[in-house]
């Protein structure tokens, strides 16, 4: 078992940068492939950017190529997604997520077995 909890969301002009975080507690997150997805209002969640277990192996969505970084702590309890040039678009509600048993990265979020409660961010024009 494995317990995530976002924080670092909140409201920022367009343009702006924020960074989330994604602490875990019972077990070290580095056993995971972690992933951050988010939800807008009437919307699916969508995946946005991941990271293998292998160091350096990440993946990032079309929309978030260029503007978004997701890095992990090296005590592996921490995953973190760094936004930078942020849009009205990327208003929603963002979550972490674990892949237990996994090495890889998918866009699924079927393939997540562990979710944090996540964290607002809201982007002003």
């Known amino acids: 078992q494995v317990q995530l909890v976002e924080s670092g969301g909140g409201l920022v002009q367009a343009g702006g940068s924020l960074r989330l975080s994604c602490a875990a507690s019972?077990?070290?997150?580095?056993?995971?492939?972690m992933g951050w997805f988010r939800q807008a209002p009437g919307k699916e969640r969508e995946f946005v950017a991941g990271?293998?277990?292998?160091?350096?192996?990440?993946l990032n969505a079309n929309s978030a190529k260029g503007r978004f970084t997701i890095t992990r702590d090296s005590a592996g309890n921490t995953v973190y997604l760094q936004m930078n040039s942020l849009k009205p678009e990327d208003t929603a509600v963002y979550y972490c997520?674990?892949?237990?048993?996994?090495?890889?990265?998918?866009?699924?979020?079927?393939?997540?077995?562990?979710w944090g409660q996540g964290t607002q961010v809201t982007v002003s024009s």
């Open positions: 990271i293998a277990r292998s160091e350096g192996v990440t």
């Open positions: 019972g077990r070290t997150l580095s056993w995971f492939a």
């Open positions: 997520a674990a892949r237990p048993g996994a090495l890889g990265v998918t866009q699924d979020p079927n393939d997540y077995g562990y």
